[in-house]
């Protein structure tokens, strides 16, 4: 091998020299961006489980905190009011349920905060809360009742009045939600009006409380038409 070619071959193998270095400088620099993605994802995975975790302790703890209500009186009643479909609609509740419908899917929802000072229904969502809506199981028990004036394996009361075909209470093991099926009188067929709240709840004075406070709301249900009917 002459001179020349040794040259070229000392060059040619710095030049792959370099072209590895700088593969395993990139390859570095990867790992190094993967171990930091990682580093970020374990990060956002224990602050979201610590968030669960916080968010836990505060339902217990407001649970407990709302047990000690159930044999307390309620405040005053207020007549909630809202519209919908050309109708304006009315039902009281007592003062201890607050408007909370920009916390909930629900519009309009009221939240059950006995003491003024909570302001949880920003907080958990342990709050029992009475509300209009529509829910699956109440929307399929009605069409069931409608065909054949029951419905199975659910026990109901039949309602006697026009706004409301009966009430029952449904479960997911987690959420009771006990409801008034609206008939095809009021504006807001196919839903209803229930009270939402933890099964942490059943069986207890307040649970008989807050069932009793929904009741209330549903026999002074009232609705008017607020558009000319033509």
């Avoid at 374990?42 to 505060?58: L, Q, R």
């Avoid at 304006?88 to 009221?110: G, H, N």
């Avoid at 065909?147 to 706004?163: A, D, L, P, Q, T």
């Avoid at 709240?197 to 649970?207: D, N, S, V």
């Amino acid at each position: 091998m002459d001179e020349q070619e040794k040259i070229e071959t000392l060059i040619d193998l710095k030049t792959a020299g370099n072209i590895i270095k700088v593969i395993i400088a990139w390859a570095v620099f990867l790992w190094g961006i993967r171990k930091r993605r990682q580093k970020k994802q374990e990060i956002s995975d224990n602050s979201a489980a610590d968030g669960i975790e916080m968010m836990n302790v505060i339902d217990q703890q407001v649970i407990k905190d709302l047990k000690d209500s159930g044999k307390k009186p309620f405040k005053p009643y207020f007549t909630a009011s809202d519209e919908y479909g050309g109708r304006k609609y009315l039902f009281e509740l007592p003062e201890d349920f607050v408007q909370c419908s920009s916390r909930t899917e629900f519009d309009p929802s009221f939240c059950y905060e006995p003491k003024e000072n909570y302001g949880l229904s920003k907080l958990t969502n342990a709050l029992p809360v009475i509300a209009i809506g529509s829910h699956n199981a109440v929307y399929d028990a009605v069409r069931e009742f409608m065909e054949n004036g029951c419905v199975s394996h659910r026990k109901i009361k039949k309602f006697k009045g026009e706004n409301f075909l009966f009430s029952a209470s449904f479960s997911n093991g987690k959420i009771i939600h006990y409801a008034y099926a609206f008939s095809d009188e009021p504006s807001r067929v196919n839903e209803a009006l229930f009270l939402q709240y933890p099964a942490a709840i059943k069986g207890t004075a307040l649970e008989k409380k807050l069932k009793a406070a929904l009741d209330h709301a549903a026999e002074t249900y009232t609705e008017t038409y607020t558009e000319l009917r033509l």
